[in-house]
Every structure is written in C-alpha cells, then in structure tokens.
C-alpha cells in the first residue's frame, strides 16, 4: 500500500510542470535577510507544447524569508501565450492541474489550473493558492485562443 502511494505521488508530480524564476524586483528592503520581492516565474503547459505561463507572486524576505518560515501573499498573477507551434501530447480533460508550486513552509500551494472552453475553441488557465483549512478566494485567469485546429478533449 505504501509503496503504490508513493508511485502514485510520483506519477501526479511528474505531470506538473516545473517553473523558472525569468525576474524579479525588490519592493522593500530588509536591513536582515532578504527584501520583500516580486519574482516573475516561467512554465511550459506539460500536455500542450507551445503554450508557457507566466507567473508573478510576492515573496516575503527578512528573517523569516530567509529560512522559509515567511507566509507570502495569495495574490497572484498569469498570462499564458502562444510561444510556438501546438501540439497536443494527449487529449485534454476538461479541467486539470498543470503547475503547484509550495506558498509556504506547509500545507499553502499556488495552483494553476487548464480548463478547456470548447464552445471558443480557448484554453483557460486560472492561479489560486490554497491551504490546508482554507483557501483565498484571489485568483487570476488568462486564456489562450487556439485558432488552426480543434482541441483534443476527452
């Protein structure tokens, strides 16, 4: 049982893409630790080759910061582009997870979702944290028009 759990979070993590920091920019500076920043971070969608996300969230610094104790802000942003040709790896659902990323020391992720939007042939990604007792309603969505061919869904 155990050893089926473990292949089993293996298999979820593999599916998710993993970000890039691309940037970021200090909002506050911090005589102790690291300042307070926006960092700017970059994924490729794992079952849509030539669609990246970009997303920018806050990061606290100072002591906290420093060791990974801080609580960052769930306010975030996204936008998602065409960057080359698509091609579609596998039929898409239609709503899953493509990136979870840890917000904080436990238990508080960001979370970017696809949904796919057959009626206007789009692709819509929506960024929310959550935590373990409760989430934050903030969010940010983008879509992305896919404009020469027919999405793949299941």
Known sequence: MKNTMLMLAL???ANLSLAEEIGSVDTAF?????????VVEAFDDPSVQGIACYVSMAKTGGLKGAFGFAKDPSRYS?????????????????????FKESASFIFKHVRVVRIV???????????YSDKLIEGSPDNAITAVPVLDQTIPSR
């Open 11 to 13: 298999a979820v993590a």
């Open 30 to 38: 911090k005589l102790i630790g690291p300042d307070h920043k926006v």
């Open 78 to 98: 996204i936008a998602c582009r065409q960057v080359g040709p698509l091609h579609f790896s596998k039929p898409l659902p239609r709503q899953e997870e493509v």
């Open 117 to 127: 939007d057959k009626k206007r042939n789009a692709l819509a990604y929506l960024t």
